[in-house]
């Protein structure tokens, strides 16, 4: 079957998202002094995919993922660490498309891999009295993630839809590890670490386009 024919018969759909992304981080604080703030952050991408068989369809894409929080602790350490890493998401997945209750509403299983790869980075600061130095060790430049997610997609008129997507992704590996202490300015100690396989939980609102008639 030619790109033509393809695109004649529905079998191809261009997708935008936006939404919200909820990054994990496992934080080891044994003083229970430290807080995570802003792990949330927009996330938001253009996907392509072509129906194969039985309700069976691939895609791929490019999305920009924002990797940040804030980590705070209580006084008397005013320090804070930032961590910001910008990446670019390029994922592979299998989808299964099921119609319900009509046929202009589907219901959707996702599965598949991704790969993210960095092209800036504004974090991993640490400030205290307005001086500023690197620690830790640095985040890997490219990693994998693991997808898995729901979906549900509705067409309005003339092959555009607008559909909700929940998708969870997970790493394999660790690429976050710092570990942070400090003696306080009243003898306190503040220690703790901050790991993360790179997981995030997205919540996008999906607009996209059958080509065909």
Known sequence: MTFAEAMAQKKMQVKYEIGIAHTDYELINPQN??????NNHAFYGASISRELNYNFHLET????KYYGADFYSNPP????????????????????????????LN????????????????????????????????????????????????????????????????GLNQNINIQ???INSDN?????DIKSNGNFQA???????????
Do not use: C, W
């Open 107 to 170: 219901f959707s299983l996702f599965t598949g891999t991704s790969i993210l790869i960095s092209h800036s980075q504004n974090g991993f600061i640490f400030s205290s009295d307005n001086e500023y130095k690197s620690i830790g060790d640095k985040p890997k430049r490219t990693f994998g993630l693991v997808e898995l997610g729901v979906g549900i997609e509705y067409e309005i008129f003339n092959n555009f839809s607008l559909g909700f997507n929940v998708r969870t992704f997970y």
């Open 61 to 64: 894409g490019i999305y920009s």
């Open 77 to 104: 350490d005013t320090a804070n660490l930032i961590l910001g890493m910008n990446r670019i998401q390029i994922p592979i997945r299998l989808i299964y498309k099921k119609k319900i209750l009509s046929d202009r």
């Open 188 to 192: 306190t100690i503040t220690n703790y």
């Open 203 to 213: 919540y996008t609102v999906a607009v996209g386009y059958k080509f065909g008639k």
């Open 180 to 182: 942070y202490d400090n």
């Open 33 to 38: 002094n430290v807080q995570i703030l802003n």
